[in-house]
């Protein structure tokens, strides 16, 4: 049998001692010294997508504000989770940012179990744009209003379905949601993004789709799509002439998709408000806003306390949503 002495004592606390305290170094360096090294930005969903789109141009303003680069790192899988959660697992000394969008807030409504707690796990640090959805339909469509899409959509059997981005995307919630609010049945076809769905609809394959404004905004002005109606609460800056759901008889409806960074949950205060300072640096700059609103965008700059209480309550309400329809992912 194996017999510990007094040297092996002595051993296991001096590498204890050591590792402890090159851990506690990492986590603990100075604010005022921060950032000394890159910073990673983790992006939850594939290269080319928005947020990925959105998290390179953020990422190359990071020399200019916190002087140092940002790397995008992307880590995709379970709707999110996956890059979520490594993140999550990282140490919480600033230099693991996720950047994610309202999918983030719909996962544990349609996910049985989640890998981590997404109210306490992930700290959200600034919402840095939003961005609605549009309703669209081909050129050559039958319905030429919302009005008329939703008539022929209210028998329980129709011709009427939309495309979506996907299962449990904020474009399938949207299409739920006016489900629920109009009393119509359209079915739902999700896609593997939205890329495939508008596609489909440009086609004719489907009668309509939910899209983000940024990846229809270009058929649309050509011509090539109609948009019927857009999301979020207020009009899109980008279709300024398109009017949104609850204008035309559904008040209080509205789907926005906001894109952000979090942090490790134990994010101490006093560094979480230097990123969002430094990160101000980045979204007042005129030459960023003007890129954000030409992708069809809507600049934000919400802070820690008041970013937090958005997503909070979109994971509430997303839940009660899910929850209506009966939607699992997994």
């Given at each position: 049998m194996f017999k510990f002495n007094r040297l092996h004592v002595l051993v296991g606390i001096t590498f204890w001692i050591l590792t402890t305290s090159t851990s506690w170094a990492q986590v603990s360096e100075p604010i005022q010294n921060f950032p000394s090294k890159p910073i990673s930005i983790v992006v939850n969903f594939p290269v080319g997508g928005g947020t990925d789109i959105l998290a390179r141009t953020v990422a190359n303003y990071f020399p200019l504000a916190f002087g140092q680069p940002a790397v995008v790192e992307n880590r995709v899988g379970a709707s999110g989770n996956v890059g979520a959660k490594i993140v999550v697992d990282k140490a919480p000394d600033g230099y693991s940012l996720?950047?994610?969008?309202?999918?983030?807030?719909?996962?544990?409504?349609?996910?049985?179990?989640?890998?981590?707690?997404?109210?306490?796990?992930?700290?959200?640090?600034?919402?840095?744009?939003?961005?609605?959805?549009?309703?669209?339909?081909?050129?050559?469509?039958?319905?030429?209003?919302?009005?008329?899409?939703?008539?022929?959509a209210k028998p329980t059997t129709n011709l009427v379905s939309f495309g979506s981005c996907g299962n449990g995307t904020p474009q399938h919630l949207a299409g739920a949601r006016l489900n629920i609010v109009a009393k119509t049945n359209i079915t739902h076809i999700p896609y593997s993004g939205c890329g495939p769905a508008l596609r489909d609809v440009l086609g004719s394959q489907i009668p309509m789709a939910i899209i983000t404004a940024s990846s229809a905004a270009p058929l649309i002005k050509s011509g090539k799509l109609v948009a019927l109606a857009i999301t979020s609460a207020e009009r899109s800056a980008e279709l300024p002439n398109v009017p949104t759901v609850a204008e035309q008889g559904f008040p209080g409806y509205q789907i926005n998709q906001w894109h952000g960074l979090f942090v490790p949950g134990n994010t101490s205060p006093a560094l979480q408000a230097k990123i969002y300072a430094q990160m101000m640096k980045i979204v007042q700059n005129p030459e960023f806003m003007e890129k954000l609103q030409s992708m069809g965008y809507t600049p934000a700059h919400d802070d820690p306390t008041a970013f937090k209480k958005i997503v909070d309550e979109d994971i509430d309400r997303f839940s009660a949503i899910t929850k209506s329809i009966n939607l699992k992912v997994d």
């Open positions: 996720l950047m994610v969008n309202s999918s983030y807030a719909i996962n544990p409504g349609v996910f049985s179990s989640m890998p981590f707690d997404p109210k306490k796990d992930l700290t959200p640090i600034i919402n840095i744009a939003w961005i609605p959805s549009v309703i669209v339909v081909p050129a050559n469509s039958p319905y030429k209003s919302l009005s008329a899409l939703i008539i022929a």
